[in-house]
């Protein structure tokens, strides 16, 4: 079964850190990752998405993908109090839906 | 663009009772999804259509819940008869397909349904 997996957290930074998130998927045929946001009682925002391996920078935001080891990471520079949400990482191949993990917390103290 | 539209926002019925969740996706996506969303199972994918067809529906819990899309303007989620356990947030989103890879998902606000 293709899995998705995330730490749940919560991961708790001060304001101005660094804020690091992993993920690590089953299923070597994925081709597509993307990073959701989703704030208490909203729905999933796309923040970020990565085809290849390697980092891809978006502002604040660099998603980094490692093929090789099935890993995805999202690094959230100068973390702002704003950003306390669940971010979801989720992956697709070819011709299928997406499959979500269970999203990971984070909570950024000012 | 107005997005993803659900409707309604908020249900509360009794056990037992029909339910109707109802979805129009963004304007030229072919792909549409429905989800279900609970703190102990996190986003669960029920289903989802391509150009109106069925692809898989292999997250249907159990034959009290039905999907339809009739056109590609519009969706419904079933479930007859609804449940407590059936208690969740249901998502519908919609997609575009590139390069013949389903592309980035765009979410509806969702549906809470709550079910006495």
């Known amino acids: 079964q293709k899995e998705v997996e995330q730490n749940s957290g919560p991961l708790s930074v001060p304001e101005g850190a660094i804020a690091s998130l992993n993920c690590t998927y089953s299923d070597r045929g994925s081709q597509s990752f993307f990073w959701y946001r989703q704030y208490s009682g909203k729905s999933p925002e796309l923040i970020m998405s990565i085809y290849s391996n390697g980092d891809k920078e978006d502002g604040r935001f660099t998603a980094q993908l490692n093929k090789a080891s099935q890993y995805v990471s999202l690094l959230i520079r100068d973390s702002q109090p704003s950003d306390s949400a669940t971010y979801l990482c989720a992956v697709n191949q070819a011709g299928t839906a997406l499959i979500f993990g269970k999203g990971t917390t984070l909570s950024v103290s000012s | 663009d107005a997005g993803v539209i659900q409707s309604p926002r908020h249900e509360v019925t009794e056990m037992g009772q029909e339910v109707t969740l109802r979805c129009k996706p963004i304007?030229?996506?072919?792909?549409l999804f429905w989800y279900r969303q609970t703190m102990m199972r996190g986003l669960e994918l029920l289903i989802y259509?391509?150009?109106?067809?069925?692809?898989?529906d292999s997250g249907m819990p159990e034959d009290r819940f039905s999907a339809k899309m009739p056109n590609a303007s519009f969706s419904t989620l079933k479930i007859q008869p609804s449940e407590p356990r059936d208690s969740a947030v249901y998502f519908c989103a919609s997609s575009f397909t590139s390069g013949g890879i389903v592309d980035e998902q765009f979410f509806g606000p969702g549906t809470r349904l709550t079910v006495l």
């Open positions: 259509f391509n150009n109106n067809v069925p692809i898989d």
């Open positions: 304007s030229g996506h072919d792909y």
